[in-house]
């Protein structure tokens, strides 16, 4: 087999193949077995019908398409390494000769990975940028804290109030009709959480239970449910109960309840340093995301749109698989929201080339400086990754196979987080 690469475009170019004529005949050879075990012809057992009747009913021809199904894809794939080309895309191919007793000769259109054309990636400066812990921070985390652990109970005597969770039937009309979606009973709805249009949950503030009350509001301009846009509608609701959340004291009784300190000093100390090392690794990231921004800003890369469409159509299909885990089908979001597929992938298009933008830089700078991955250091991965699952690294080595067989993508993955901590090494902070 032969191959001839010629770019026509930026990442476009033609690779002409010719393929022994041996390997068309054994490709016709196996067709002819595959299409006649199907064949009936009166005086022949199915499936028993000799070649040169066959050839003689049905033409020679007639096996070309299951020749070509055959063959086609392993002579482009050695066409390919031959060429020493990187395509992206599957390729358009013409078939320019295909003759018993001939070679197979063809041409497939390819769109191959572009050049990347790197700038100045090492002595980056970088704008330091500080992430202290003071007691604002302390504060916050104590107060998220207390409201995680915060005991709910029913309110017997008394009003809504901002962040209470209420019971509410509701009935929504425009115009005195009734809209879809627009009523429900035994609703829990947490007040003050913006889950409903605006100026809905602001105006159950002061209902008492068992009460009921006529709340006005507009649907916005924008809003997700296109008939619905820009409406005014009016919703009879009732209130049944209100649950409100009660913070516990800081105190060591609840210390004690939640870890495994004595005091309140003992757990906020130990807090702090937690705080501490969020805001350092929170630092190191910052300072990576600097580097890598600044090393792909640098590089000219004529990007395939069809790189840009298949990520993001990764990001639909992971979007998909989001919704599938919160058992909310794809097509019924896409009704509800009133969207298209193709809207959602322009909506992730801008992302998703930068994405392809930042791997491809990486990937290149990794090249330069001739980065790799080491076994030890994928084992070393491993291990870790099976220590934070509790698991042993045979069980964790076997599940990322079946996620990522032959571990290809944790060691891209690997490569990447290595060229990025390269970057970092070979900058400058200032």
């Known amino acids: 087999m032969t191959a001839k690469w010629e770019k026509t475009e930026a990442n476009v170019g033609v690779l002409e193949v010719e393929v022994e004529k041996q390997q068309l005949t054994d490709a016709l050879d196996w067709?002819?077995?595959?299409?006649?075990?199907?064949?009936?012809?009166?005086?022949?057992?199915?499936?028993?019908?000799?070649?040169?009747?066959?050839?003689?009913?049905?033409?020679?021809?007639?096996?070309?398409?299951?020749?070509l199904?055959?063959?086609?894809?392993?002579?482009?794939?050695?066409?390919?390494?031959?060429?020493?080309?990187?395509?992206?895309?599957?390729?358009?191919?013409?078939?320019?000769?295909?003759?018993?007793?001939?070679?197979?000769v063809f041409k497939a259109t390819v769109t191959v990975k572009p050049e990347v054309k790197l700038g100045d990636y090492k002595g980056l400066e970088l704008q330091d940028k500080e992430f202290p812990v003071d007691d604002e921070m302390v504060q916050k985390e104590i107060d998220r804290i207390r409201s995680e652990h915060a005991e709910i109970n029913p309110v017997e005597d008394g009003k809504v109030e901002?962040?209470?969770?209420?019971?509410?039937?509701?009935?929504?009309?425009?115009?005195?009709?009734?809209?879809?979606?627009?009523?429900?009973?035994n609703f829990h709805l947490e007040v003050g959480s913006g889950t409903?249009?605006?100026?809905?949950?602001?105006?159950?503030?002061?209902?008492?239970?068992q009460e009921e009350r006529d709340v006005d509001v507009t649907f916005p301009e924008d809003y997700h449910v296109k008939s619905l846009a820009g409406q005014q509608a009016e919703f009879h609701v009732k209130l049944h109960d209100i649950k409100r959340r009660?913070?516990?004291?800081?105190?060591?009784?609840?210390?004690?309840?939640?870890?495994?300190?004595?005091?309140?000093?003992?757990?906020i100390e130990d807090l702090k340093k937690q705080?501490?090392?969020?805001?350092?690794?929170?630092?190191?990231?910052?300072?990576?995301?600097?580097?890598?921004?600044?090393?792909?800003?640098s590089c000219i890369i004529d990007i395939p749109d069809v790189m840009i469409e298949h990520e993001a159509d990764h990001r639909v299909e992971d979007f998909a698989r989001q919704l599938q885990y919160q058992q909310i089908p794809f097509d019924a979001y896409l009704e509800f929201t009133g969207a298209t597929k193709e809207e959602l992938r322009n909506q992730y298009r801008e992302s998703a080339?930068?994405?392809?933008?930042?791997?491809?830089?990486?990937?290149?700078?990794?090249e330069a400086e001739g980065l790799?991955?080491?076994?030890?250091?994928?084992?070393?991965?491993?291990?870790?990754?099976?220590?934070?699952?509790?698991?042993?690294?045979?069980?964790?080595?076997?599940?990322?196979?079946?996620?990522?067989?032959?571990?290809?993508?944790?060691?891209?993955?690997?490569?990447?987080?290595?060229?990025?901590?390269?970057?970092?090494a070979h900058s400058k902070v200032a």
Not at 33 to 49: A, E, S
Not at 246 to 257: A, H, I, S
Not at 353 to 366: D, F, S
């Open 31 to 67: 067709a002819f077995k595959k299409v006649v075990k199907g064949v009936t012809i009166p005086g022949f057992r199915k499936g028993k019908v000799p070649r040169k009747i066959f050839e003689s009913r049905f033409g020679v021809e007639s096996l070309y398409q299951d020749a």
């Open 69 to 104: 199904d055959y063959l086609l894809p392993k002579a482009y794939e050695q066409a390919v390494e031959e060429a020493g080309i990187i395509p992206v895309a599957q390729p358009s191919v013409d078939v320019v000769q295909m003759q018993v007793g001939e070679p197979l």
């Open 162 to 185: 901002n962040g209470d969770t209420v019971n509410i039937d509701f009935k929504g009309t425009i115009k005195g009709e009734p809209f879809e979606g627009g009523e429900a009973e």
């Open 196 to 209: 409903f249009i605006a100026g809905f949950e602001e105006k159950l503030i002061g209902m008492a239970p």
């Open 246 to 267: 009660f913070l516990r004291e800081m105190n060591d009784e609840f210390v004690q309840e939640i870890s495994d300190f004595e005091t309140v000093e003992a757990y």
């Open 275 to 297: 705080l501490i090392d969020r805001q350092a690794h929170e630092h190191e990231q910052y300072l990576e995301n600097e580097a890598v921004k600044l090393a792909v800003e």
């Open 353 to 366: 080339e930068q994405t392809v933008r930042t791997q491809l830089a990486l990937e290149a700078i990794a």
């Open 372 to 424: 790799q991955v080491t076994d030890e250091e994928l084992d070393a991965e491993l291990q870790r990754l099976a220590e934070s699952a509790n698991i042993t690294v045979e069980r964790a080595k076997e599940i990322m196979n079946l996620r990522d067989p032959g571990l290809n993508r944790m060691r891209v993955d690997l490569r990447w987080r290595k060229t990025v901590e390269f970057l970092v």
